[in-house]
Structure formats: structure tokens, C-alpha cells
């Protein structure tokens, strides 16, 4: 049996997988948590096979919940299940320790292929993700000025674009004020840009933003 925890904000969301999942023979929802905490928590207590991961939730979010589960439950293995479909978000990602990676606009039929393949220990990257992050590492795509963020700038960056301010941000990644500012400017002179509100116009242009969200 392979247990899974699903990860998500929303409610209708996970309601939806989990009616989707009970009806596939060895495969269980054992868990459901809103937030990357509830995720982190959940998964120290429980350990299942598998977390299906949202990206962008309250807190701290889907990126440093992951990074978190590698660290202290190395055989729970992370699928993100995203909106997010543009490079280098997908590429970031898989870095940082995750198994798989499918956009919310996938089948259920690949999202079952993705869990069973992530269980028996491949990992599993949607097709056209997939090609996505294979062309931006041979120079056949147009240049994304986001490529050039770090791990921990990106993760920033998507908190920042959501409305969550310095002090909130630095609480939730254990960070120093002063540290997520030094992130937040070093940011800004990558992207050639001066504040906040140029950074959402650039992200939104970039398609890096779940725009239902903002």
C-alpha cells in the first residue's frame, strides 16, 4: 500500500484528488494538511511513501516544507502538484531534493503514473516540464531573468509576489530580517528592478505567478 499525504490550501483541491486516489487499488490518502508546516508536522509523526505538494500556501510554503521533509524523513518521497509550470521553478525544485513534478493541469492517469514511479524509487517529471528544463540547460529557450535567482532568492520571491511582507518572511524561514533583506536587494539587482511592485509585474510577465492567487 502506499500512503499518501496531500498537500494543499485548498479544500475543494484535496477533496478532489483524495476522491480521485480512494478509488485506485494500493494506493491510500492517509493524511491531508493546508500548510507547509501541517506537512512538515504531519510527515515527523507519520512518514508516508508520499507527499503531494502545493507550491504556494500560507507560511512557509511548499518549497521550504520540502526541503524540510528531505532533511528529517528521507524516505518520504515529494511530488509537487503545481500551477506552476515555467522554468527555473521546476528545475529549482528537483535541486532541492524533490521526486517528482506535475502541474495541476495533468491527468489523473499521469499523476497515478507519477506516484507508483516515485515509489519505486525513479523520480518522475511531467513531459513537457520535462523538455522544458532539458532545453533551458542547452541555451534553446529564451533567456528568463529568474534563472539567475538562487534557490532561496526564488523562495523569496514567491512569498514577496504574494503580499507576505519581511518581517512574516523572516519568521517562517527562520531568517533574520536583515538576511531576507539582503536576499530581497541582491534580487532586485539581478532583475534590474527597484521594489516590490516591479517584481510581480515581471514575475506575472514570466508566467512564475499563480495570477488566481494575487
Excluded: W
Excluded at 60 to 72: H, L, S
Excluded at 74 to 84: G, M, N, Q, R, S
Excluded at 115 to 140: E, F, H, T
Aim: with cysteine; net charge neutral; aromatic share 6%.
Amino acid at each position: 500500500m502506499i500512503n499518501i499525504l496531500l498537500v494543499d490550501d485548498h479544500e475543494l483541491v484535496r477533496t478532489g484528488i483524495n476522491r480521485i486516489l480512494s478509488e485506485i487499488r494500493g494506493i491510500k490518502v492517509v493524511g491531508e494538511a493546508k500548510t507547509g508546516e501541517e506537512a512538515v508536522q504531519f510527515c515527523r509523526k507519520n512518514h508516508p511513501d508520499i507527499v503531494l505538494m502545493d507550491m504556494n500556501m500560507p507560511g512557509i510554503g511548499g518549497i521550504e516544507a520540502t526541503k524540510k521533509i528531505v532533511r528529517y524523513c528521507p524516505d518520504t518521497k515529494v511530488i509537487f502538484l503545481t500551477v506552476h509550470s515555467e522554468n527555473p521553478i521546476p528545475y529549482k525544485v528537483m535541486q532541492i531534493g524533490a521526486a517528482g513534478y506535475l502541474t495541476k493541469g495533468a491527468g489523473s492517469d499521469e499523476m497515478i503514473k507519477a506516484i507508483r514511479q516515485v515509489n519505486s524509487g525513479q523520480r518522475y517529471i511531467a513531459p513537457d516540464i520535462a523538455q522544458q528544463i532539458a532545453l533551458s540547460q542547452v541555451g534553446g529557450q529564451d533567456e528568463n531573468p529568474f534563472d539567475s535567482l538562487s534557490e532561496r532568492e526564488l523562495q523569496i520571491m514567491l512569498m514577496i509576489t504574494r503580499g507576505e511582507k519581511v518581517q512574516d518572511i523572516s519568521e517562517q524561514l527562520n531568517l533574520s530580517s536583515k538576511t531576507v533583506n539582503s536576499y530581497r536587494y541582491r534580487m532586485f539587482e539581478k532583475l534590474k528592478i527597484g521594489g516590490d511592485v516591479e517584481l510581480t509585474h515581471l514575475a506575472i510577465r514570466y508566467n512564475m505567478l499563480d495570477t488566481n492567487n494575487i
